[in-house]
């Protein structure tokens, strides 16, 4: 029986994770013709934001968004979304921050960027 390793294992792990974050099927488009929207109701939700937080530290490190606890194992990349103004704060200690501490607000100028940990 051959023996995983656990870069592979991890690899799975953040890989099964980025699926749950964003499933095809949510924003998948139908074949019937697209209804138009009310543009009262999108004008006040703000713009889709997405990026990857990258854990370049030794330690797994814990981020909180919309009550949601997102893991980033080291050396990866997690890819996260959220609507332009969102607050990411810390959920564990780390370097140069506090648990709780605000990290940063997802901006337009952010969308598609990666930010850095450790």
């Not at 889709?48 to 981020?63: E, F, M, S």
């Not at 050396?75 to 780390?94: E, F």
């Amino acid at each position: 029986m051959p023996r995983i390793t656990p870069a592979i294992v991890s690899s799975l792990a953040v890989l099964l994770l980025a699926g749950a974050l964003d499933p095809v099927a949510a924003n998948a488009w139908s074949f019937s013709k697209k209804t138009k929207s009310d543009a009262s109701a999108v004008k006040g939700q703000g713009t889709n934001i997405v990026i990857q937080v990258y854990n370049r530290g030794l330690a797994p490190q814990d981020i909180k968004m919309d009550g949601q606890t997102y893991t980033m194992q080291p050396p990866q990349s997690l890819s996260i979304k959220g609507m332009s103004g969102t607050a990411v704060y810390a959920d564990t200690t780390g370097n140069g921050y506090q648990k709780g501490e605000l990290l940063f607000k997802l901006a337009p100028n952010m969308n598609g960027g990666t930010v850095k940990f450790n």
